[in-house]
Nanobody, 123 residues
């Protein structure tokens, strides 16, 4: 198993930037597909981005493509989400997640989750 702790959320103005971090436990971090999801009250937990075990392949939701960048540092057991050109509709609780899969944009495929970090974008 792996424990995930996500952080880096905060309040920013529209057009601003924020970087989220997710620290994972253990030395098997590189064996997991890592992803970011976000959720607002009363709504589903939506896929944001995912990165392969090696970090060579990334996938993004259409809503964030070109603005967000997911990356990972396997030596530091950390995954990041760089968020640029933020919009009010990006406001949500963001969760990092880990899966024993090669590729997935579905929350149910992810086995482990961080506690969530709040991102609020003001207009």
């Amino acid at each position: 198993q792996v424990q995930l702790v996500d952080s880096g959320g905060g309040l920013v103005q529209a057009g601003g930037s924020l970087r989220l971090s997710c620290a994972a436990s253990g030395r098997t971090f590189s064996s997991y597909l890592m992803g970011w999801f976000r959720q607002t009250p009363g709504k589903d937990r939506d896929f944001v981005a995912a990165i392969s075990r090696s970090g060579e392949r990334t996938t993004y939701a259409d809503s964030v493509k070109g603005r967000f960048t997911i990356s990972r540092d396997n030596a530091r057991n950390t995954v990041y989400l760089q968020m640029n050109s933020l919009k009010p509709e990006d406001t949500a609780v963001y969760y990092c997640a880990a899966a024993r899969a090669y590729s997935s944009a579905y929350a149910n495929d992810y086995n482990y989750w961080g506690q969530g970090t709040q991102v609020t974008v003001s207009s």
